[in-house]
């Protein structure tokens, strides 16, 4: 076994060859959401992870290879790859330090036109995208990151996200493992000695979350517009539901939703905010929207141009409230 890093450069093999692996011999870790977005630990590239700064405020560089199976100018995507990315630069800054409970995201495109000529060429200009995540405070309980997304070769900016955490995990015995690396670092080796890594077969991004999503346009009042079964193929190693995965039926809900209200399917969902209330756990979610508020286009005599939807995940067994979500959705 490696000594732990002492630099930079060395940190980043640290990650890739502990923490990835060491989740998934946690319960409930199935890694069907991270090999979709291409980022568990059999599938994501390291020589691709690219880090600078300091051990205070350090940066972390993810150059991400587009492939056809995912949305390219999808919100809810970029806020799923900033989830999993800005919490490994957490983890690596204490070395390592507890994955933490997101509290809030935030995601908005720079422009929604650039970002969708970006995405949907075909060059290989439109083939990658650098993902820059930076850890701006890293307390006991609290972290701060911000996350840029750029043209791997122009730098210009697409779009840019916040991400805030509890650090603390909740467990005491797993929280005091995190916080010591020597002894951290002889729990692994051990695991890792008596364990086989369990590894699963990749699927498309359509497949995890399609499936288990279903609309219910015709809904009365006051009833959910959509239901998502959460299985363990969307959870985290702690047995909860993906904040990740979370805004990708957010903003797969809310589209449908607005495009209904609107009828006209050519939208795009441009900011999205979510606050984190309790875990999403296994089984169905009921999945409410509602519109906040509107604006009207002042070339097209009132016709609405931009809708705020809020979207409510709440557990179906209790209607215990999950998270909550506020979207920027408008017209192409």
């Not at 002889?186 to 890792?192: K, L, M």
Request: with cysteine; hydrophobic share 35%; proline share 6%.
């Amino acid at each position: 076994m490696p000594p732990s890093p002492k630099n930079l450069p060395a940190i980043i093999d640290y990650w890739m060859s502990y923490f990835k692996r060491a989740s998934l011999l946690l319960p409930g870790s199935r890694p069907g959401f991270n090999h979709a977005l291409k980022l568990s630990h059999t599938t994501i590239d390291p020589k691709r992870v690219h880090s600078i700064g300091t051990f205070s405020n350090p940066e972390m560089t993810y150059r991400y290879s587009l492939s056809s199976d995912i949305p390219k100018y999808s919100t809810g995507v970029l806020t799923a790859l900033m989830d999993e990315l800005s919490t490994d630069a957490c983890f690596r800054v204490g070395l390592p330090s507890a994955p933490g409970l997101s509290l809030q995201f935030q995601t908005e495109l720079v422009d929604k036109t650039k970002a969708m000529k970006f995405f949907n060429g075909q060059d290989d200009m439109h083939k990658e995208v650098d993902i820059i995540n930076t850890v701006s405070k890293l307390g006991r309980t609290i972290a701060h990151t911000r996350t840029d997304f750029r043209c791997s070769q122009t730098q210009s900016l697409i779009a840019f996200s916040s991400h805030v955490k509890y650090m603390p995990t909740g467990l005491p015995s797993l929280d005091f493992l995190l916080r010591y690396p020597k002894i951290h670092d002889i729990y692994i080796d051990n695991a890792f000695r008596y364990s086989t890594i369990r590894v699963y077969d990749e699927k498309a991004l359509s497949q995890v979350i399609g499936p288990h999503l279903q609309f219910d346009r015709d809904r009365g009042e006051g009833k959910p517009y959509a239901t998502f079964t959460v299985t363990t193929e969307h959870t985290n190693p702690f047995g909860a539901m993906h904040g990740g995965c979370q805004a990708i039926v957010m903003e797969d809900v809310a589209l449908d939703f607005v495009r209904n209200e609107l009828s006209n399917d050519d939208v795009i969902v441009e900011a999205l905010q979510m606050e984190f209330m309790s875990p999403g756990k296994q089984g169905p979610i009921d999945v409410y929207c509602e519109v906040i508020g509107t604006s009207v286009d002042d070339t097209v005599e009132e016709r609405v141009s931009t809708m705020h939807v809020r979207v409510q995940l709440r557990l179906q067994a209790n209607n215990r409230l999950c998270t909550e979500g506020r979207l920027r959705v408008s017209l192409v």
